[in-house]
């Protein structure tokens, strides 16, 4: 039985997936890490234990000629799709000079030749021509950087709205400029990186598998707490409930049980654990070609649905854990995994709480991050004084602090008045932009929903120019 066409993973077979993506440019800046973006989508989409969608069925276009070689690919897909049909694209994006049509820039595409890039629209028919593909999935990874010379986009959020598919679901970067699309210095543009993270390590606080919604709120999440520009999202038909991966965190929120391994595995639909092949796992834990963070997360993956294996990947992730290049995100995993699989896991405890207390520049979600692991391990009091230690620390940006404040509330509602006490104080901070300040207000009411009234009278006063007061 397949199940409802929603709330399911792509079929491996069935499902087809069209990764295009632009990094060496004409006549625009080049977007270098747009390279590692498509190696790593196919990585995650055909991983078994996260999405698990054959090779075969994903084409790559890196670098594409004309516009014919995308739209071709996208018809052929759309044509073969009797399942998830997904559209992915990074690169330049502007509009066109005489309206607002998306267009996604080539590697020869010419701002005064609109012809020269492809039209979103053309696309978007494409896609629309997959007729037996119940689950549509565009996601876009584009900046406006020609906006300034065409001089017709107004707002870089209206991209969104202008990659509209009906009975689909549209993930967008909404970037202006290649600082905020590719940071220097990082592997992956902005939007990508923290997509791709997400499939790979999972959300602690998110179901057994990730729908387009629990994935934008992680991602907006995320990038807000980062000062990043935030993503936005379109669907139709409940294409937020669409499913695209297995929620890979090893202590994510099971919400119909919180048992051991044994019980969240009987949980689990059995076509799921059907679907896995351990000894496939296994060769994927033990492949020391792979990244790290693939490692570590098809260990969690093998243990959690095969016991039988879980000595052998604790002590594959103690070797792990003594490598030197290790990454602080992923030994920040590593040790909530095994503290979670009982291996050593005060000496774990201990050094996650380290890590949440230590100021890390730019790496306010790293603590956080650590934060988590400790409130998921039950480690209440850890976690608080982990938390407390962000919150207090006059070096992370007042955004950051507040997110931070608001994730404290929520899961210990007796830190609740400390919490609105950094709220209200980043509420009222006028060096804040308006829409931040907003968007504070707005965990405000999510934290204490006694204060909507003085909320909304302080929004109005944001959003009118007028001067308000808080409490």
């Known amino acids: 039985m ?38 790593g989508m196919a990585r995650v989409l055909t991983s078994p234990s996260i999405c698990g969608i054959q090779p075969a069925a994903v084409t790559v276009i890196s670098e594409p000629l004309n516009p014919a070689e995308i739209l071709d690919a996208t018809y052929e897909a759309a044509e073969s799709c009797t399942d998830t049909l997904i559209f992915y694209f990074a690169g ?18 010419d701002p005064r030749r609109p012809h020269s890039a492809v039209r979103f629209d053309d696309v978007r028919m494409a896609i629309l021509s997959g007729r037996k593909a119940p689950r549509k999935l565009v996601v876009l990874d584009c900046c406006f950087s020609g906006r300034a010379m065409m001089g017709t ?6 991209l969104a709205a202008r990659s509209e598919v009906e009975g689909s679901y549209i993930l967008t970067a909404a970037s202006e400029t290649k600082t905020a699309l590719a940071p220097p210095g990082e592997d992956f543009t902005a939007f990508t990186g923290e997509f791709l993270t997400l499939l790979e390590h999972g959300s602690a606080d998110g179901p057994p598998d990730l729908d387009m919604g629990t994935i934008y709120s992680h991602l907006h999440g995320r990038l807000s707490a980062q000062s990043r520009p935030l993503p936005q999202q379109r669907n139709r038909n409940a294409g937020a409930s669409i499913i695209l991966a297995r929620n890979m965190h090893p202590r994510s929120d099971f919400s119909a049980t919180k048992g051991d391994i044994s019980s969240i595995v009987d949980y689990m639909h059995e076509s799921t654990k059907a679907s896995m ?43 792990l854990g003594s490598e030197s ?57 850890m976690a608080i004084e982990g938390y407390m230690s962000i919150i207090m620390d006059s070096e992370v940006g ?3 602090r507040a997110i931070q404040a608001q994730i404290m509330a929520k899961y210990f509602p007796e830190q609740k008045n400390a919490a609105l006490r950094l709220l209200w104080s980043a509420g009222k901070d006028k060096s804040l932009s308006a829409s ?36």
């Open 277 to 319: 092949n351990p000894k496939e796992l296994r060769a994927e834990l033990l492949g020391e070609h792979l990244p790290y963070a693939q490692r570590i997360r098809t260990g969690i993956t093998l243990a959690k649905f095969f016991p039988e294996f879980r000595s052998e990947v604790c002590q594959v992730l103690v070797e």
């Open 153 to 158: 986009m107004s707002n870089s959020q209206d």
């Open 325 to 381: 290049d290790l990454e602080p995100s992923d030994r920040v995993h590593l040790l909530g995994a095994m503290a979670d699989l009982g291996w050593s896991p005060q000496t774990a405890k201990e050094e996650l709480l380290r890590i949440a207390k230590t100021p890390h520049h730019g790496m306010v979600s790293l603590r956080s991050d650590a934060c988590g692991e400790l409130r998921r391990l039950k480690e209440k009091e």
């Open 92 to 109: 330049h994006g502007l509009t066109s000079p005489h309206g607002d049509e998306l267009l996604l820039a080539m590697p020869d595409t």
């Open 436 to 471: 931040s300040r907003i968007e504070i207000l707005r965990k405000i009411y999510e934290v204490d929903s006694d204060a909507l009234d003085q909320v909304a009278a302080l929004i109005r006063g944001i959003k009118s120019g007028r001067p308000s007061s808080a409490p």
């Open 2 to 39: 397949r199940g409802s066409t929603v709330t399911r993973l792509p079929d491996p077979e069935r499902s087809r997936v069209i990764l295009v993506g632009a990094s060496d440019y004409k006549n625009f800046e080049n977007l270098p890490a747009v390279a590692n973006n498509l190696t």
């Open 398 to 400: 007042i955004s950051g």
